[in-house]
């Protein structure tokens, strides 16, 4: 599967950004996803995941109740709507793909994940 993510931009702390995460290949629909996030100083870090089906999902702490993850697999395209944006989560963001049904907590290491798109940029300014 190819993913191809796009949607980063600049946005002041308190605001919203929905970035997207377009896959092709006709297995899209059997992969789970999950988005990472990474700057030059840190090393990379889950951000939020989602099963196949879209009925499960799991993030890190440092996001809960702000940022959603979601699916549509008809349009083979997942997102993660960033709410209530911080100067910290300034990161290239990345998505990834892993096979699996539900995403547990072993779903939250860079390492399960076998696919990988290029890199959004977020920049949050304060």
């Known amino acids: 599967v190819q993913l191809q993510a796009s949607g980063g931009g600049l946005v002041q702390a308190g605001g919203s950004l929905r970035i997207s995460c377009a896959a092709s290949g006709r297995t899209y629909i059997t992969y789970a996803m999950g988005w990472f996030r990474q700057t030059p100083v840190k090393e990379r870090e889950f951000v939020a995941a989602?099963?196949?089906?879209?009925?499960?999902?799991n993030y890190a702490d440092s996001v809960k109740g702000r940022f959603t993850i979601s699916r549509d697999n008809a349009k083979n395209t997942v997102y993660l709507q960033m709410n209530s944006l911080r100067p910290e989560d300034t990161a290239v963001y990345y998505c990834?793909?892993?096979?699996?049904?539900?995403?547990?907590?072993?779903?939250?290491?860079?390492?399960?994940?076998?696919?990988w798109g290029q890199g959004t940029l977020v920049t949050v300014s304060s």
């Open positions: 990834a793909a892993a096979g699996g049904g539900s995403v547990n907590s072993a779903f939250q290491s860079q390492y399960v994940y076998g696919y």
């Open positions: 989602i099963s196949r089906s879209g009925g499960s999902t």
